[in-house]
């Protein structure tokens, strides 16, 4: 990935999305031929020249200190997100400290335990780039059977973009696609020499439309905490709360939790969903084609 054009183009694209007058900027009466800020804008509102941040926005070899990072973050109005995202493209960030090739990541022995103990709540622990590492049998029931896929399928991006069983189980599937770029793209400006991210982003591109337009796009997204709405052939729609955590001792796996308000439909409808897990494996067999005939694609990509 070049880096250096990976800020310029996230740079162009953020002063794009700055209305001028929210900015604090007064009117000077010139037409404006694209939205948002010129460059000489964001200067003013950094303090920094028009010509340093022109060559900077141009993907020149500066690095600026610490303070004009800032600065010009909060002239293009960055959340945290976007503010970490423009430290590791410009270099100010903390980078990764990883050996390539990266070694392939797993999932602790007692990671496992937890996830399988967790009965009424449907979890899942994702690894770098969306790699799915472990799921629980109400998360394999809600979403898909992650474990019976080919270990290079077994990854939430591809699957959102190249399974059509995730068009079917996401009501809200645009935004939930979304959010998978969005934090794909700050992933990959953390680690930008990853051949892994790079294949993936890579195949998504090439396969997937949307995927190719959102990415280009170059916003950034940190998942911490939301709403998912669902569409499950068992128990119909229901509607999850997911919080994420990082892993102590490795911030590179984040365990992903769906609850339920008590008493509610969607509660309700999960305790029914816990219970049909329970029949066994025959059931599951019975059930599975449903998903498999749709396929994890993304080991074809």
């Known amino acids: 990935m070049d880096v250096n054009r990976e800020l310029s183009d996230f740079l162009r694209r953020a002063r794009s999305q700055v209305d001028p007058e929210r900015a604090g900027l007064p009117a000077d009466g010139r037409v404006r031929r694209v939205p948002g800020l010129r460059r000489e804008e964001v200067a003013l509102l950094a303090r920094v020249s028009t010509d340093y941040y022109t060559r900077l926005e141009q993907g020149r070899r500066i690095v600026p200190s610490p303070g004009v990072v800032d600065a010009i973050a909060t002239a293009l109005r960055l959340d945290e997100a976007g503010r970490r ?6 270099g100010t960030g903390p980078r990764p400290a990883r050996r390539r090739p990266a070694r392939a990541q797993s999932a602790r022995r007692g990671l496992h335990q937890l996830l399988e103990s967790l009965d009424g709540v449907p979890a899942m622990l994702l ?3 969306t790699d799915v590492l472990a799921t629980n049998r109400l998360a394999r029931a809600l979403l898909a059977d992650f474990d019976a896929m080919p270990a290079t399928a077994r990854n939430y991006a591809r699957w959102m973009f190249l399974d059509p069983l995730a068009h079917e189980r996401l009501v809200d599937w645009d935004t939930q696609a979304r959010t998978v770029v ?10 930008p020499d990853d051949p892994a991210t790079q294949a993936l982003v890579g195949a998504l591109t090439i396969a997937s439309p949307e995927f190719a337009r959102w990415w280009e796009e170059h916003r950034v997204h940190q998942r911490t905490f939301g709403d998912k709405h669902f569409r499950h052939p068992v128990v ?12 102590p001792g490795d911030p590179d796996q984040a365990l992903f939790l769906f609850t339920a308000e008590a008493g509610s439909p969607s509660r309700q409808a999960l305790d029914l969903l816990a219970s049909w897990t329970l029949d066994g494996p ?5 059930e599975r084609p449903t998903q498999t005939r749709s396929g994890p694609s993304g080991a074809k990509a």
């Not at 794909?184 to 680690?191: I, P, S, T």
């Not at 119909?236 to 892993?247: A, D, K, N, R």
């Not at 025959?282 to 019975?286: E, I, K, N, Q, S």
């Open 85 to 90: 995202h423009l430290s590791h493209l410009i």
């Open 182 to 191: 969005e934090n794909l793209r700050l992933e990959a400006g953390r680690d």
């Open 282 to 286: 025959a059931r599951a067999r019975d």
């Open 236 to 247: 119909g729609e229901l509607t999850l709360q997911y919080e994420t955590l990082t892993m």
């Open 127 to 129: 690894g770098r780039r």
